[in-house]
């Protein structure tokens, strides 16, 4: 563990531990898309992410038998696709196919194949969760992702993702990502060994 690199980070949200039995799970929980593909990419899940993978899928497991509500958002689509679609295409490179990914998807057979793991990643999200009640993506989220984009330390995937957080109230998010911990008023549920020492560090770990 890095702790030098995790203690230069600010963490203004709360972080919970959810490797910690011990921890109760909330109301709802609205879920990024890391944990959905470590849940349902069988790469992440069965493979190279197999260890994170397992403590997120207790959680959730935990989440639906305590009568948590699991969350998914439609600005999480476009990100999952996007991680599938470049995985795949690493894995066609270990097999020798020396395209770029634009250029695999042009290929019919690399193509479904995509095709075919998106949708059955998503099937399993959809199974496990409901929608959010939603946001309206409109120029004022447009200004605010670009308030956010200067203040936060959070990619553009996770731009809108954090305007539902935390629209009507604040919503934790269940998340692997580091980043979110940067965000103010906002409760991050994480396995990230380097997040959750940086929020003790910070005073800033709960139970």
Not at 121 to 147: C, F, K, N, P, Y
């Amino acid at each position: 563990m890095d702790r030098s690199k995790s203690s230069t980070r600010k963490v203004n949200a709360i972080a919970i531990d959810v490797s910690n039995i011990q921890v109760k799970v909330p109301d709802k929980l609205l879920v990024d898309t890391n944990v959905w593909l470590l849940s349902s990419y069988s790469p992440f899940s069965l493979g190279k992410r197999q260890d994170a993978a397992s403590i997120y899928a207790d959680f959730l497991d935990r989440c639906i038998a305590e009568g948590c509500q699991l969350l998914r958002t439609p600005f999480t689509l476009p990100e999952l696709t996007h991680v599938i679609e470049r995985e795949e295409a690493s894995a066609a490179r270990e097999r020798g196919n020396n395209k770029n990914v634009k250029q695999m998807r042009w290929e019919p057979n690399h193509r479904r194949k995509v095709i075919a793991e998106v949708l059955s990643a998503w099937q399993q999200v959809a199974e496990m969760s409901t929608w959010t009640s939603g946001i309206m993506v409109d120029a004022r989220a447009a200004d605010q992702m670009l308030i956010d984009f200067r203040n936060l330390k959070i990619d553009g995937y996770d731009l809108l993702i954090v305007q539902e957080a935390l629209a009507n109230g604040s919503i934790p998010i269940l998340t692997d990502d580091f980043d979110f911990l940067s965000v103010p008023k906002l409760t991050v549920y994480t396995a990230n060994h380097t997040a959750i020492t940086a929020a003790e560090n910070a005073g800033r770990l709960r139970a």
